[in-house]
């Protein structure tokens, strides 16, 4: 992971002041990434939608801010909900299958997962701008040019963004659990979701979740035994044995360490 100095990539304060590395003096209203990531590039906090994350603050260490600064022109994506993607194009190779990560957080499982399979291509999807430059970091240091990186809401690069039957795969790795009950309409698996996975999964890909919070998985085992779109790829049905594949991510670790158990749901499109 990258560390170092944070530099602040919140929202800009007024005055003219501090200097950058190279000592010049830096105006806080203009933007920390001019050819980095947009804050919220589809304008989404102005839809009257109920979001699966909190829009939070976040520090960018310097390692991260170096990567955006650096990476993103070239393997970095808005998803500003203007436009259908030619993956294809995306990955340059219209060959290579697709598999989208939602919710990559620091990247760490995304970027080792993206190592040992390289004929498969990963858009990493997530609105964490720390994340993003630290998932950029470390495919560049692992040579790895089979990652792209997705900014803003999954929900509008589904919708939006995603031609159907586009993708070979879909990975939603510790999502945001939501354990309060009033906000459980947040959480990210629900019907509505589903029937969006479906219709941008090639028939017989496969939906991968997991969690460590047991009435999520609960919740997620509900929708998915219920959805006529999906078929539970273990034969006797419920939940999977953890895959090989999967490294062990970060809030699973933390999840790990206050006891919990951890449940990976496998479904494929029919
Ligand atoms: C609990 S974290 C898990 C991160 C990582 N998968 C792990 O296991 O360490 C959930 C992540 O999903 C992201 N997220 C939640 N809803 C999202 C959405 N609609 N689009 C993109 N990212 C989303 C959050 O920003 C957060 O980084």
Redesign the pocket.
């Known amino acids: 992971m990258a560390t170092g100095a944070t530099t602040g990539a919140a929202e800009p304060s007024r005055e003219l002041s501090g200097a950058d590395s190279g000592g010049r003096i830096r105006d806080r209203r203009a933007p920390m990434f001019p050819d980095g990531p947009a804050p919220d590039p589809a304008g989404s906090h102005h839809e009257r939608r109920i979001?699966?994350?909190q829009p939070r603050r976040s520090r960018v260490t310097a390692g991260q801010g170096d990567a955006l600064r650096r990476l993103w022109p070239q393997w970095g994506l808005d998803i500003d909900g203007l436009r259908k993607l030619d993956l294809g194009e995306l990955f340059g190779d219209p060959e290579l299958p697709v598999v989208l990560e939602?919710?990559?957080?620091?990247g760490e499982?995304t970027a080792r997962m993206a190592a040992a399979d390289p004929g498969t291509g990963i858009l990493a999807?997530?609105?964490?701008t720390p994340?993003q430059g630290n998932l950029l970091s470390l495919a560049e240091r692992a040579g790895l040019a089979n990652v792209r990186v997705a900014n803003g809401?999954?929900?509008i690069l589904l919708r939006e963004m995603l031609q159907p039957d586009a993708l070979a795969g879909m990975r939603v790795?510790?999502?945001?659990p939501w354990p309060k009950k009033r906000h459980h309409k947040r959480r990210?698996i629900q019907p509505e979701f589903l029937a969006l996975a479906a219709a941008r999964l090639a028939p017989g890909a496969v939906l991968h979740c997991a969690t460590d919070w047991e009435p999520y998985a609960e919740q997620m085992l509900e929708v998915l035994d219920a959805d006529p779109h999906f078929e539970n790829v273990q034969p006797e049905g419920g939940f999977a044995p953890r895959p090989e594949f999967r490294p062990l991510?970060?809030?699973?670790g933390q999840g790990l360490d206050k006891g919990h158990v951890v449940h990976d749901l496998l479904f494929r499109r029919r």
Request: charged share 25%; with cysteine; aromatic share 20%.
């Open positions: 979001r699966s994350f939602i919710g990559f957080g620091m499982a999807c997530d609105v964490h994340g809401d999954a929900i790795y510790f999502p945001d990210l991510t970060r809030f699973e």
